[in-house]
């Protein structure tokens, strides 16, 4: 049967595909703060699903685990799988409730004592901070500093004293004020018990879906498979695969090492009789999830809480923190990360700061490894492309500058070593032998040419 390609029909589809693009756009750019508020309202309805899977998400692991063993125990019997899958969730969550329930009776009652015990302290504290500034010699040779310094203390205390001193009722500014308080008083006890509720939705969704996990994969691969061909699919499934293990190897992890790395803080800092230990252990244990800026982030609040109290001991807390870090980023850290990403330091640093600009305090946790997907999406299809082009020198490394576009990002867990190796070493022998096979056909080119021309000329004779 004779095909019928006319071609106006892919050059009409083709102006069509193109107007709706622009249109789109077009929409897209005029329309984008009504679609960003109606993002952030759906997000904000479906925050209790996100904080459910993300518990999901940290506990599989630990219900694999008690799964697993629950399987070995156990007796041969009808419902084995079943029972094995209800204590797996069971005992996970109750695991994670009571971690949680732990956590929040160590650290919040220590922490509210030490908020409590700097604000009483704290005219003491300005008073022994005013006094050095007189007695340090070092500032009177700078008059204009030492004014600036004291002047700004002397505004800060009288806010605090004027706050703490109110008794005139009859004052015009008073109930303005009170109603001010009380209104942001309101405000703040509503988020924090809408924040209160979605994470016990959110518990409770966690559950669920650590119940069902094993039907949603299912149900997954199923739709993924129907929607894609075979190859295009398998590609995805592969790359989802790599995602899990870049994101649970390091959020897990970094929150072992973090946990580490508090309580050792405060160890040391309550063994060393430093003031507020437990506010400052929490401050710098939270802080060390962010990588790179997370210990500067969580060291200098602390080194200002510390110089109010005691300035003598700032610099002992300071070459403290540097000695934890280091213990943490080369004997602590590498131990707690199931696998490692390999981005070099500037795009490190970019994900970071680009995730943390758009995310906040999220983004700079999960911009890393986020990071890093796309980096190995992006490097795949390089590499695809080179390989199209014929261009297998560059695969291989002979490009100079061009080779760090087959850059790879490899996860350094134990059990990958061996097989990322043998890919990768598969990869480049058979792209130095595709090379080695273009080089050799262009060397003999010539040589079948010169031939060529000497067989035609016999021919003519």
């Not at 205390?157 to 109603?179: C, G, H, W």
């Not at 308080?181 to 703040?188: E, I, K, Q, T």
């Not at 970071?352 to 890393?368: A, E, K, P």
């Amino acid at each position: 049967m004779k095909k019928h390609n006319n071609p106006y029909i892919y050059a009409g589809l083709t102006a069509l595909s193109v107007i709706f693009v622009t249109m789109l756009m077009i929409f897209i750019i005029f329309r984008f703060k009504d679609l960003s508020e109606g993002v952030a309202k759906i997000t904000k309805i479906l925050q209790p699903v996100f904080i459910g899977a993300v518990l999901a998400y940290l506990q599989t692991p630990v219900c694999n685990r008690i799964e697993t063993f629950a399987e070995r125990v156990l007796p041969e019997s009808k419902n084995k799988q079943k029972i094995s899958n209800t204590l797996g969730v069971v005992l996970s969550s109750l695991l994670t409730l009571a971690i949680f329930v732990v956590l929040v009776l160590l650290i919040v009652p220590a922490t509210y004592n030490s908020i409590i015990e700097l604000i009483k302290t704290a005219p003491s504290y300005v008073t022994n901070l005013i006094k050095w500034i007189n007695e340090t010699e070092k500032l009177k040779d700078y008059p204009d500093i030492r004014r600036y310094v004291l002047g700004l203390i002397d505004s800060i205390t009288n806010r605090f004293e004027s706050v703490a001193s109110i008794i005139d009722l009859t004052k015009s500014d008073f109930l303005p004020s009170i109603q001010s308080v009380l209104s942001s008083l309101g405000n703040g006890i509503s988020v924090a018990f809408s924040v209160i509720i979605n994470i016990v939705i959110g518990f409770i969704i966690s559950i669920y879906l650590l119940s069902s996990r094993a039907i949603f994969s299912r149900q997954s691969k199923m739709t993924l498979y129907a929607v894609m061909k075979p190859k295009a699919a398998d590609m995805i499934f592969e790359e989802v695969k790599f995602a899990d293990k870049m994101f649970s190897g390091f959020l897990r992890g970094k929150m072992v090492d973090s946990a580490i790395v508090g309580m050792i803080c405060f160890i040391v800092l309550r063994l060393m009789d430093f003031p507020d230990a437990t506010l400052i252990s929490v401050i710098v244990g939270v802080t060390n999830i962010i990588p790179v800026f997370g210990p500067f982030i969580g060291a200098i609040p602390s080194a200002l809480l510390i110089f109010v109290a005691d300035p003598k001991k700032t610099i002992v807390f300071a070459i403290f923190i540097l000695i934890l870090q280091q213990v943490d980023g080369n004997i602590i850290g590498p131990k707690c990360m199931g696998s490692n990403v390999n981005l070099s330091a500037f795009w490190t640093l970019f994900a970071i700061l680009f995730f943390g600009g758009l995310w906040g305090f999220i983004g700079m946790l999960v911009g890393v490894p986020l990071f890093a997907v796309i980096y190995d999406i992006l490097k795949k299809l390089i590499v695809h492309n080179l390989k199209r082009h014929g261009k297998y020198e560059l695969i291989a490394g002979g490009g100079g500058g061009e080779a760090a576009a087959a850059e790879t990002v490899v996860i350094t867990s134990d059990d990958e070593i061996g097989e990322k190796d043998e890919e990768e070493a598969g990869i480049v022998a058979e792209a130095k032998e595709a090379a080695a096979d273009s080089e050799s056909k262009t060397e003999d080119e010539p040589k079948a040419a010169v031939s060529n021309k000497k067989n035609r000329r016999n021919r003519k004779r």
